[in-house]
């Protein structure tokens, strides 16, 4: 079993910048992709941003060139720095990854949420 759990949300004004992190646990043997996802009130969950085991990034074009993800594999944690916060940015941030962890002595994958932060940016 593997868990995500996120920090690091909070209420801010515009043009300021938070940091989230997320942090995977359990018998972990491996995580390949990582991301962040966010859900604003009356919308769908859409992709922020994204990153390879390799460090290959991606990015949501409303945040590109205010927010950068990145992770530290050896902790399995993936973060998310966002700068020039904007309202339109308000919403939960939910972490994400695809894992794959050991189950007695089998290996099993998983595609695994953490619980979400909230982030609310005031005009």
């Known amino acids: 079993q593997v868990q995500l759990v996120e920090f690091g949300g909070g209420l801010l004004q515009a043009g300021g910048s938070l940091r989230l992190s997320c942090a995977a646990s359990?018998?972990?043997?491996?995580?390949?992709?990582m991301g962040w996802y966010r859900q604003a009130p009356g919308k769908q969950r859409e992709l922020v941003a994204s990153?390879?085991?390799?460090?290959?990034?991606n990015y949501a074009d409303s945040v590109k060139g205010r927010f950068a993800i990145s992770r530290d594999n050896a902790k399995n944690m993936v973060y998310l720095q966002m700068n020039s916060l904007e309202p339109e940015d308000t919403g939960v941030y939910y972490c994400?990854?695809?894992?794959?962890?050991?189950?007695?002595?089998?290996?099993?994958?998983?595609?695994?949420w953490g619980q979400g932060t909230q982030v609310t940016v005031s005009s």
């Open positions: 994400n990854a695809d894992i794959t962890y050991y189950r007695g002595i089998s290996l099993r994958s998983i595609n695994s």
């Open positions: 990153i390879t085991s390799g460090g290959r990034t």
């Open positions: 359990g018998s972990i043997a491996s995580i390949n992709a």
